[in-house]
């Protein structure tokens, strides 16, 4: 894959944790971004490693600011356990080829209980869209993307985070296979190459607190 092309006003930050203040500053920087809306953010990261929760509190950040925003997760993408390889394709086809057309995006999402493809999902009109999950900024379309953040934390700490959030049964059942998806997408040493290709590196290793992704 081609290495991101940055533009002048980006940068790499390494944090610690997925603080609110964190979360202000991925804010402020997609509020200094010269791109019209709507903007687009891509969290991303291998599972367990702490997306989710700071998809939210951007989100809570988003609204303190007054900035109109939409949470796409790709969870609702992927067609069940073996999903992962295609989520990244549908959402670039589904999401973000009609958004940067200007168009209307709707995807199905996938009801993990029923298993199977269930309602149609419109992506509401908004300044910032935030795209959340594994692969979410991984194929043909990064270059889309205003900004872009990796999440990452040890493989024992994602496992642990992984097992709370999942059950212990259930992903001892499909764990592994996931994680042989997740190397196949990113590499084995579970970073993405080129080295540093996206805007802000999170290491979220000591943010235990309540931290579920």
């Known amino acids: 894959m081609t290495p991101l092309i940055r533009k002048p006003w980006r940068r790499l930050h390494l944090a610690c944790e997925t603080s609110a203040e964190t979360a202000r500053d991925i804010v402020r920087a997609l509020s200094g971004a010269p791109t019209p809306s709507p903007r687009l953010l891509g969290i991303d990261g291998r599972s367990g490693s702490g ?12 609204d303190e600011v007054g900035l109109s925003r939409t949470l796409v997760v790709m969870d609702d993408l992927y067609e069940g356990w073996a999903g992962l390889p295609q989520a990244p394709s549908t959402l670039c086809s589904r999401v973000i080829d009609p958004l940067s057309a200007g168009g ?7 009801d993990w209980h029923v298993g199977a493809l269930t309602d149609t999902v419109e992506v509401t009109d908004a300044e910032v ?16 993307f205003t900004l872009t953040v990796w999440v990452q934390a040890p493989a024992e700490v994602r496992h642990e985070r992984a097992c709370a959030r999942t059950g212990q049964g259930d992903f001892a ?14 590499g084995p040493d579970g970073y993405p190459h080129p080295p540093a290709p996206f805007d802000m590196v999170l290491d979220t290793r000591l943010d235990r607190e309540g931290c579920r992704d």
């Open 51 to 62: 997306k989710s929760r700071l998809a939210r509190r951007v989100c809570q950040a988003l």
């Open 104 to 110: 209307r995006a709707a995807y199905r999402r996938f």
């Open 129 to 144: 869209i935030v795209i959340e999950g594994v692969g979410s900024t991984w194929h043909r379309r990064r270059e889309a």
């Open 173 to 186: 059942a499909q764990g592994q296979a996931w994680a042989r998806a997740e190397d196949a997408l990113f």
